[in-house]
Structures are given as structure tokens and as C-alpha cells.
């Protein structure tokens, strides 16, 4: 593979990222105050966030090995982008939160099968000491379809705000909710058509042996095997960022529709502006230090939310930085020092040690929320981050 077509690889895995983000946060916004319109509740989104994606990543370790194993990165990636546009048809059909469901595990599962092959054909993409700066140009892109979905959404709500508040009705907003998610569907088909004309990065070999054994993590470099454990502890407090922003629509806080997907657009700009730096950066000092801050700036954000709930929408700015700096930095260190006949399969563990905790910990946020309020849930998760981070400032 030339350098101009290792280039072109990690452009057009960036745009099909940005179209599909684009298409996923055009919706993701609106995911809880849908659910509440047709029925559900805190303790609903909870289970429903919970199985997508623990659904997701726990799929991403068995799909990295199986690209490894057949030496392929492509078909695998297409396949699994192809699902999400499945997942959002169902979505748009939904009578009630049963739907939602069914739509949700659709959209995570074609994640959890694309995610590790395409972050495995970046990273074969990327040109020596540069893995930092290709998944920060990755998540950029990836960022950037986030904000503009957001937009999109907010012009929908934002037309449609002053009628809404007389209404007094989550239920009133359900035409403009399904209106979105069958727009969503635009972007989502063309990001899977320019994902076609990726160069295929894998050596067509198939392995004598799978890559996914027993062994695995022990044979795995000290540093590796820390970060994966702080990973896990992590996300045994990392419930779905849907109870932020149901947390800022309820009464005491009052957001509107619209002001909570300004509120999530606002995240997202902070998360679009810091990626590239990040991993930039962590090209030239190391991976560590940027981890450890991220994980820290997680903490504050949580326990702004849980301690003075008002200030929310600050509590963005230091969300915003945390995805940016520990998400594409995150990969590169696994790409850095994973083997590379088990790329794939341990980008993919990475994501399925997040998975085993994801579940329990959007379940249990929903339930402590229900039961002690929800300052509990954010409380919680910035002690479990606060716990990880100390972890990795310790031991990596």
C-alpha cells in the first residue's frame, strides 16, 4: 500500500464516520425524551441503553478476531455500518418502547461489528509515530458529523419550541422526532457507500489459529494490561449519556427539547476542537499523561452534575475535553502496543471490557436514580472514574 493510498484510507474512514454521526446524533439527543413520549422511564432507558451498548462492544472483541482471522478489515466494517441504518428504520416505526429497544441493539450491534476492523485498518493506515494524530484526525471528523447532527436536530426543535411549551407534552413532539429519524437515514446510507472505496489494509491470510485465546491478555505488554483494567473499573460508573440530558430537562433544571440538544451540541464542539491536539500531543509527550487528565476532567464533570446539578451546562466544557482526549489517544496506545497479528482483537477487548461494565453501570445508574435521586448516579460515576484515574497516574 502507497503512502497516498494510507492517507486516503484514514480520509474516507473519517467521512464515513462524520456522515454516520451525523445520522446517529441527528437522534441520539432525542433517544430519552422519546422513549419518556412513548412511555417509558428512567429505569427503561436504563436497561435499553444498557444491553445496546454492552451489546455493542462486547461484539467488537469477537469481530476484531474474526477480522484478524481472515486478514480483512473492509467487509466486516461495511457490514456493521450497514446494520445501524436497519436499526434506525425500526426506530422510526416504533410504537412504543419495546421498538425503541429492538431499534437501539440494531444500531449498537452493527457498531460493535465495525468498530474494531476500521479502527484496525487506521491504524494500518497510519505512518510511523503518527497514531495519535491519524485517530485525532479520525475523531474530528468523527466529532464533526456529531455537531452537525446535532444542529440539524436543533433547527427541527427549534421551529417547533414555542407550540411545545404550551403544550406541556412530550407526546407533542412526536411527529418532529420521527420526522428526524427518517431524515437520518440520508447521511447513514451514504456513509456506508463511501466506505467502498477504502483500500483494504489486512494481509488476505487467514490465521492458522484464532487470535482470541485464554492467553490473550497475559502475553499482553504491563502497560496494556493496566489501561485495560483502570478501563474496566471505569465503566463500571460510565452510565449512558442519555441521564445527562434527562437530567437536564427535568423540572428543577428546566431545559427545553431544544436547549438539551444545544446543550449535547455544546459537548460535542468542545469534543471537535480538542481531538486532534490530544493526539497530537500524545505523539510527542505520551500517551499517560493526556489519559490520566481525561479520566480526571470526567470526575469533575460527574460531580458538578451530581453536587451542583444548575451548572450542567459548564460541566460540558470539561465533558467535551474528556472524550477528546482519552477517546482517539485510547486507540492509538492499544494500536502502539498490541501485537500485530492481534490488532483487531485487542482494539476489540479494549471495547469489551468497557461493554462488561457498561450494562450494570447504566443499569444501576437508572435504579439509583430512581431510588436516591439522581445526583446519586452522577456521584457514583465520578468516584469509579476518580478510582481510574488513580490507577492509571499509579501503575501505567
Do not use: C
Request: aromatic letters at 12%.
Amino acid at each position: 500500500m502507497t503512502k497516498n493510498d494510507k492517507s486516503k484510507n484514514i480520509i474516507i474512514t473519517g467521512l464515513t464516520s462524520l456522515l454516520t454521526d451525523i445520522s446517529s446524533e441527528m437522534i441520539y439527543p432525542i433517544i430519552a425524551l422519546y422513549l419518556i413520549a412513548l412511555g417509558g422511564g428512567p429505569a427503561v432507558l436504563g436497561m435499553i441503553e444498557g444491553v445496546a451498548e454492552s451489546t455493542a462492544s462486547i461484539l467488537k472483541v469477537f469481530s476484531g478476531a474474526l477480522a484478524d482471522h481472515i486478514g480483512k478489515r473492509k467487509p466486516l466494517a461495511i457490514m456493521g455500518y450497514s446494520f445501524s441504518s436497519i436499526g434506525k428504520i425500526l426506530l422510526y416505526i416504533a410504537p412504543g418502547w419495546g421498538m425503541v429497544f429492538t431499534g437501539r441493539f440494531s444500531d449498537r450491534f452493527g457498531k460493535g461489528v465495525r468498530t474494531a476492523p476500521r479502527d484496525a485498518m487506521i491504524s494500518e493506515s497510519a505512518e510511523g509515530k503518527s497514531l495519535g494524530k491519524a485517530f485525532g484526525i479520525h475523531r474530528t471528523l468523527d466529532s464533526m458529523g456529531a455537531v452537525l447532527g446535532t444542529l440539524i436536530t436543533f433547527f427541527f426543535l427549534y421551529r417547533i419550541r414555542d407550540a411545545a411549551q404550551q403544550s406541556g407534552n412530550l407526546s407533542f413532539y412526536l411527529p418532529t422526532f420521527r420526522t428526524i429519524i427518517i431524515l437520518s437515514l440520508i447521511p447513514a446510507a451514504l456513509g456506508v457507500l463511501v466506505l467502498f472505496f477504502t483500500i483494504e489494509t489486512g494481509t488476505g491470510k487467514k490465521l492458522t489459529r484464532s487470535p482470541l485465546s485464554f492467553s490473550t491478555f497475559s502475553e499482553l505488554d504491563r502497560r496494556l494490561q493496566v489501561f485495560l483494567l483502570a478501563t474496566l473499573i471505569f465503566t463500571l460508573g460510565n452510565s449512558s449519556d442519555q441521564f445527562i440530558l434527562l437530567r437536564a430537562s427535568e423540572k428543577d433544571i428546566g431545559f427545553s427539547a431544544a436547549s438539551v440538544t444545544l446543550l449535547y451540541l455544546f459537548y460535542n464542539v468542545v469534543y471537535m476542537f480538542i481531538s486532534y491536539p490530544a493526539g497530537w500531543l500524545s505523539d510527542k509527550i505520551g500517551r499517560k499523561g493526556i489519559l490520566v487528565t481525561g479520566f480526571a476532567l470526567y470526575t469533575v464533570t460527574y460531580y458538578l452534575i451530581g453536587f451542583h446539578p444548575t451548572s450542567i451546562a459548564y460541566a460540558m466544557i470539561p465533558y467535551g475535553l474528556y472524550i477528546g482526549m482519552t477517546e482517539g489517544v485510547a486507540k492509538a496506545l492499544i494500536s502502539e502496543l498490541s501485537p500485530a497479528t492481534k490488532k483487531a482483537t485487542i482494539i476489540g477487548l479494549h471495547a469489551t471490557l468497557q461493554g462488561i461494565g457498561l450494562f450494570p453501570a447504566s443499569l444501576l445508574g437508572g435504579f439509583l436514580w430512581s431510588i436516591l435521586g439522581p445526583a446519586s448516579t452522577f456521584i457514583f460515576g465520578g468516584s469509579m472514574t476518580l478510582l481510574s484515574a488513580l490507577i492509571l497516574l499509579i501503575f501505567m
